[in-house]
């Protein structure tokens, strides 16, 4: 059975650090565009960052640029998100999410019905 097991999360004062990863299991990461997102209390989703299928092309959100980094570990076979100087308005739950198919030229920061697999989250929390 093809699954995303999202890790990493926890509490951390402003201006710290978390590294999330995304974990497949019964497929290989390199083959799939991944997506990472998060969802915050009252609010809809918001992509965070995505790297493409292949050629690992990234793409980030305004919101994350310069602090977040998405990045491939294909001997474990994970997707991992590196969060530096975090604030408060990064406090959510973050998701990763699977796309198939040809893989485009750059990925789109945003989560849709086109992904074909995401995970159970894991929580962030930011806060002093």
């Known amino acids: 059975q093809l699954q995303l097991v999202e890790s990493g999360g926890g509490s951390v004062q402003p201006g710290g650090s978390l590294r999330l990863s995304c974990a497949a299991s019964g497929f290989s990461l390199d083959r799939w565009t991944i997506l990472w997102f998060r969802q915050a209390p009252g609010k809809e989703n918001e992509g965070v960052a995505c790297i493409t299928a292949h050629t690992d092309t990234t793409n980030y959100a305004d919101s994350v640029k310069g602090r977040f ?18 604030k408060p308005e990064d406090t959510a739950l973050y998701y990763c999410a699977a796309l198939g198919g040809p893989a485009p030229a750059i990925c789109t ?20």
């Open 69 to 86: 980094t998405i990045s491939r570990d294909n001997a474990k076979n994970t997707v991992d998100l590196q969060m530096n100087s975090l």
């Open 109 to 128: 920061v945003m989560f849709s019905g086109r992904y074909n697999y995401w995970g159970q989250g894991t929580r962030v929390t930011v806060s002093s």
